[in-house]
Structures are given as structure tokens and as C-alpha cells.
Nanobody, 127 residues
């Protein structure tokens, strides 16, 4: 079992930055592949970024590439999402998720791959 708790959301102006954190409980956090997804009002949940358990690979949605960075600290059992140059269209509830399944063939972007989810944290980008 793994429990995930996100934090760091809030209101930020366009062009600003936020860092989201996702703290995990459980002894085997380092063996999980991790992802961030987001869901805007009236829209389906969409993939944002993912990182594999060994920190060897990271993946991003085209819409955030070059602006967002995913990284993890296995010793702290935490995965982060650094978000820079934020845009109003980044407004959404952001969720972190964990998977025991290996990444491959872009499956990291599929929500069904992930067994554990956090409760979400709201990010609002507005002037």
C-alpha cells in the first residue's frame, strides 16, 4: 500500500512559478514509477509528466515540455513538479500517481497504469 499527499498548489500570476510536492508513505517508494496528471473543470484528466523509479528517465506532455520539471528524492519519499512560465491554461487540479508497472511504449501517459493516487492540489494561474 502507498499513500500519496500533494501540496504546493495555489494562485499564481501568468509567468510565475510553483513547485508541487507529493509525499509518499510506505517503505518501497523507490520502486514505484511516478506520474503527475491534471484535470481542468469540464475536461478529462490528462498526463503532465512522469519519472521512473531509477530516476533514469523522465517524460513530459508536449504542452509543458521546457516549462515543467519532474524530479524525485527517494530518500525523502517525495516526487516534485517544478512549474515555471505558468499559463492560464495550466489551471487545474494536479494529481500525483504511483505505478508498480514498468514504463514503456508511452504507457506512462495512461492514467489506468497507476494504482495509487493522491487527493489533488489546486493550481490557479490568473492575473
Amino acid at each position: 500500500q502507498l499513500q500519496l499527499v500533494e501540496s504546493g498548489g495555489g494562485l499564481v500570476q501568468p509567468g510565475g512559478s510553483l513547485r508541487l510536492s507529493c509525499a509518499a508513505s510506505g517503505r518501497t517508494f523507490s520502486s514505484y514509477n511516478m506520474g503527475w496528471f491534471r484535470q481542468a473543470p469540464g475536461k478529462e484528466r490528462e498526463f503532465v509528466a512522469a519519472i521512473n523509479w531509477s530516476i533514469a528517465s523522465t517524460y513530459y506532455a508536449d504542452s509543458v515540455k521546457g516549462r515543467f520539471t519532474i524530479f524525485r528524492d527517494n530518500a525523502k519519499k517525495t516526487v516534485y513538479l517544478q512549474m515555471n512560465s505558468l499559463k492560464p491554461e495550466d489551471t487545474a487540479v494536479y494529481y500525483c500517481a504511483a505505478s508498480t508497472k514498468p514504463f514503456g511504449m508511452k504507457n506512462y501517459a495512461v492514467a489506468d497504469l497507476y494504482e495509487y493516487w493522491g487527493q489533488g492540489t489546486q493550481v490557479t494561474v490568473s492575473s
